[in-house]
């Protein structure tokens, strides 16, 4: 997910102080480029009303909203994995709400009990500098990204603040797992990935730029921002689908319990997730929208002609066990790779 660390993010304003207008207060991780022009079409919609927007990663967010649970700031939610969700749920941190599209996504994508939607699936995949990998030399495979050929190649978003790498580690985890192994393979495996890892980015940007400057020539990351990569700032990047499956996460929409501007709240909901709004997100931010009744046909060819094959990922044993995990890979993962032997 796009984001910034929580040190560096900026509160931006669409005429603030002394405005006269109310204000719909938005914590998301999608980025300045894609709030900013939803935040401006809201407003043209709906003059009375001002959007305040915190860009930062989705788990940042989470954070957030957990330290102001007593005095809630946000109003809307908009973006994160939805384990994220989940998570926020469990804690009593969202209000419900269930919009009247609900039906035309799947069960398996938003809440059972109403309190978040999906709105985009993030197939996560494997990327690479065109300019200095070959196709055909690319990693087909999760195992691939072992390989010593890539030693020193690899970036990686750090994950303690960052959803996406959140699940991507969890799922390599459960993967192992899987393979008849346990959790200390699952970490075995991560070590192995920090072995040809040459550093850690701190926010989505670096990483993009990281790879786009050949500081390393892979990374793996959600396929809806590296689109936006390639067709917005000409980065020189493909990617892999791997072959044995993707993470295949919904990302969500929630409004915040507690919110003080719950009716501005819900038309903003209602806005970013309508239709028309879905449809310029896909055409002019490369997301794809988990709603049946979008006709194929008006989305975007690259959406319409992808085939993905699922990674069988327990959702469910993920979210229990990803704080803990992700604490096991600060504390014996991160920076330990030269401890694992073999290949």
């Given at each position: ?43 043209e919609r709906y003059p009375g009303e001002e959007v305040q927007w915190l860009d930062m990663g ?162 793996v990351w959600d396929l809806s921002d590296v689109m936006i990569q390639i ?113």
């Amino acid at each position: 997910m796009r984001g910034a660390s929580a040190a560096a993010v900026l509160l931006v304003v669409a005429g603030c102080s002394g405005s006269g207008r109310s204000p719909v207060v938005v914590y998301s991780p999608h980025g300045k480029e894609m709030l900013s022009a939803f935040a401006h079409a809201y407003e043209e919609r709906y003059p009375g009303e001002e959007v305040q927007w915190l860009d930062m990663g989705s788990q940042d967010v989470l954070d957030r909203i957990r330290t102001e649970k007593e005095n809630p700031q946000a109003d809307v939610w908009w973006g994160a994995p939805m384990t994220a969700f989940d998570q926020a749920e469990r804690e009593g941190l969202l209000e419900r709400y269930v919009p009247d599209w609900d039906s035309a996504v799947a069960v398996g994508e938003k809440s059972r009990h109403g309190y978040w939607e999906g709105t985009f699936l993030t197939p996560e995949v494997i990327v690479y500098n065109t300019a200095r990998v070959p196709a055909a030399d690319a990693p087909k495979d999760w195992d691939d990204l072992l390989a010593p050929a890539w030693k020193g190649k690899v970036i990686i978003r750090s994950p303690l603040a960052s959803g996406t790498m959140r699940v991507i580690l969890c799922a390599m985890i459960l993967r192992e797992i899987g393979r008849g192994g346990d959790e200390e393979a699952g970490l075995s495996w991560l070590r192995r990935l920090d072995r040809n890892t040459k550093s850690y980015a701190a926010d989505p940007t670096q990483l993009y730029l990281a790879i786009a400057r050949e500081e390393g020539v892979v990374t793996v990351w959600d396929l809806s921002d590296v689109m936006i990569q390639i067709q917005t700032n000409g980065y020189p990047f493909g990617y892999v689908v791997p072959a044995s499956g993707t993470p295949l996460m919904t990302d969500g929409i929630a409004l915040v319990k507690g919110t003080k501007h719950p009716e501005a709240a819900r038309r903003f909901f209602e806005f970013v997730t309508s239709r028309e709004s879905l449809l310029r997100q896909a055409r002019e931010f490369a997301r794809i929208p988990t709603r049946a009744d979008i006709p194929a046909q008006d989305l975007p060819a690259w959406i319409a002609g992808l085939h993905l094959r699922p990674l069988p990922v327990d959702y469910d044993t993920l979210a229990a066990n990803e704080k803990r995990w992700m604490s096991l890979w600060d504390e014996r993962v991160r920076g330990r790779g030269h401890d694992e032997q073999g290949e």
